[in-house]
């Protein structure tokens, strides 16, 4: 929809109603309406839910309405699933009840050529002054109001990545990932057919939200582009947009044309367009949530010196060389430095930039060179890498770092990669929790922390203030 009548409070009573009706609901449990009301209430929602059945059958012992007409309170939201033919009318009745948001899940419009019954859905939510989500979509889950009004996983690990889908299977897919790997979400928001509500209007909402550290948008093709990527440009200076579209080649841009009906466009075009924003391209899934753990986890990087410590020199050489090829900045320490750092580590260390504290570093070394390092202002970022040995525990080691930067106050970026077995894999996993992202390899440390100080010198070549810590960083990151 071109114009733009509705204002921004439509959207906000979406994210966070008082109270919801979820038309469709029913008795059986093989149904997307009995486990749309399922979710919200294990989701451990707190305001009002009111399910509604032509039966008027109670549902999950909530008693039932026939119509939203017949709920005696105000109603925010209403969740639909019913067919597509009943849909229109049932918007209409949303309309005259006065609610003011609704999430369309059913299929059957746009999608499959029913684009007339898509407008009467468009055209009442205008005379209404409602905002609509979708149609065709799994739903909408929003941490902070512990709503999941999605027939998705019923448990989201909750946290400060807002994502944003296109594709409708992924979003239910990823929310499985946020519990295995602990990647915790604000939002997960199904677009669907985007009939009103666009990528566009989500960021702008993520932008402005304080529960939201970082967004992340899985897009096929942009209905307005000109309009998303305003929007990119105004939200990536508040927050970093992390962007996955695919449609990257021939092939993949004629499965998005049958997939969503999306014209994938020129993908140069998209890649220099989205740079210009400064929005961060990832190339895959996995790369996007690394991206998105570290930048919500951490803070940005305070200036063009990036430390590396490990004990094993190769992997050090590895992350060195990642780094210079991906624009975090490597230098070799000042001398006054290295002399601290050689008392922490055997006569055999390597004070210069790797810190290799060698495979003899025990928790000890590891904390005090954290914290060294986050105390001296001339270093603006930390890599911490630990290579399994026998003679060391990584779980003990992980605590030691993380209680290391815990003592220091942990105001620039520290990033972690644990590589050896499934202690490592223990080990990273206290870090995630305690806030200090961790990653398998070196390389995928170093990419996230590379994403970031992309993202940091866009937003100081536009003009944004320098982070600054309490004791004030040296050097800034140069734009
Ligand atoms: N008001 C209230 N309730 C109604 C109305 C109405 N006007 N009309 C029907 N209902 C009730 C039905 O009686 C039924 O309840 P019951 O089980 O007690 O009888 C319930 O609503 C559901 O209606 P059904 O006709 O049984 O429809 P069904 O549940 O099979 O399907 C649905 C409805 C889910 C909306 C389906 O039409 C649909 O669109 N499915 C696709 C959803 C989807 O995939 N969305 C995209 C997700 S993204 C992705 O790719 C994963």
């Known amino acids: 929809m071109s114009d733009r009548v509705f204002s921004m409070s439509g959207l906000e009573v979406m994210f966070s109603p008082r109270s919801i009706a979820v038309v469709g609901a029913s008795k059986n449990p093989k149904k997307i309406g009995y486990e749309l009301v399922s979710n919200i209430l294990t989701g451990g929602y707190e305001g009002k839910l009111y399910p509604v059945n032509p039966e008027g059958a109670d549902v999950m012992g909530l008693k039932s309405y026939t119509s939203v007409r017949q709920i005696p309170g105000e109603v925010d939201l209403a969740v639909i699933a019913v067919p597509a033919a009943y849909v229109p009318d049932v918007l209409m009745e949303c309309g005259e009840k006065g609610i003011k948001a609704a999430l369309i899940i059913s299929s059957g419009f746009r999608e499959v050529g029913n684009l007339d019954l898509e407008e009467r859905l468009v055209q009442t939510a205008r005379k209404y002054g ?4 979708g149609p065709n979509i799994f739903g909408l889950y929003y941490a902070p109001s512990k709503m ?3 027939f998705g996983l019923s448990r989201v690990f909750p946290g400060r990545i807002a994502f944003v889908t296109q594709s409708g299977a992924l979003g239910i897919a990823m929310m499985g990932w946020t519990n295995l790997y602990r990647i915790g979400v604000s939002a997960v928001v199904s677009m669907g057919n985007k009939a009103d509500i666009e990528e566009a209007d989500v960021l702008d909402f993520f932008s402005e939200d304080r529960n939201t550290g970082a967004v992340l948008m ?3 093709g942009a209905k307005d582009g000109r309009r998303l990527l305003d929007s990119m440009r105004r939200s990536s200076l508040k927050k970093p947009v992390i962007v996955l579209k695919s449609g990257r080649t021939g092939a993949g841009a004629s499965a998005a044309s049958s997939h969503t009906g999306s014209l994938a466009g020129s993908d140069a075009v998209y890649d220099a367009a989205f740079r210009q924003c400064g929005a961060l ?3 895959d899934l996995a790369q996007a949530f690394d991206w998105a753990k570290l930048m919500t986890l951490q803070p940005p990087p305070l200036n063009d010196n990036c430390l590396i410590i490990t004990n094993g020199g190769g992997v050090g050489v590895m992350a060195a060389d990642a780094c210079e090829e991906s624009g975090v900045p490597i230098r070799q320490l000042p001398e006054d430095l290295q002399l601290e750092f050689k008392r922490l580590m055997p006569v055999f260390g390597n004070s210069k930039n790797p810190v290799d504290l060698t495979g003899q570093a025990y928790e000890e070394s590891y904390a005090k060179s954290v914290e060294l390092a986050l105390k ?3 270093i603006g970022s930390v890599i911490v890498l630990y290579c399994q040995t ?12 993380a209680d290391g930067c815990e003592a220091h106050g942990c105001e620039k970026t520290v990033v972690t990669s644990f590589i050896g077995g499934t202690q490592c894999n223990e080990a990273m996993q206290k870090l995630d929790e ?3 992202p961790s990653y398998p390899i070196p ?8 994403a970031y100080y992309r993202w940091q010198r866009y937003r100081l070549k536009k003009g944004q203030p320098s982070p600054t810590t309490s004791s004030q960083a040296a050097s800034q990151v140069s734009p």
Not at 130 to 133: D, E, K, S
Not at 392 to 399: E, G, R
Not at 443 to 450: I, Q, Y
């Open 443 to 450: 390389e995928r440390a170093v990419s996230a922390l590379a």
């Open 218 to 220: 899985y897009i096929e």
């Open 148 to 150: 999941n009004a999605t």
């Open 434 to 436: 305690r806030g200090m």
């Open 390 to 401: 026998a003679i060391t525990d990584p779980v003990s080691i992980a605590k030691a770092i």
């Open 376 to 378: 001296d202002p001339r």
């Open 281 to 283: 391209r990832a190339s």
């Open 130 to 133: 409602m905002r609509i989500l």
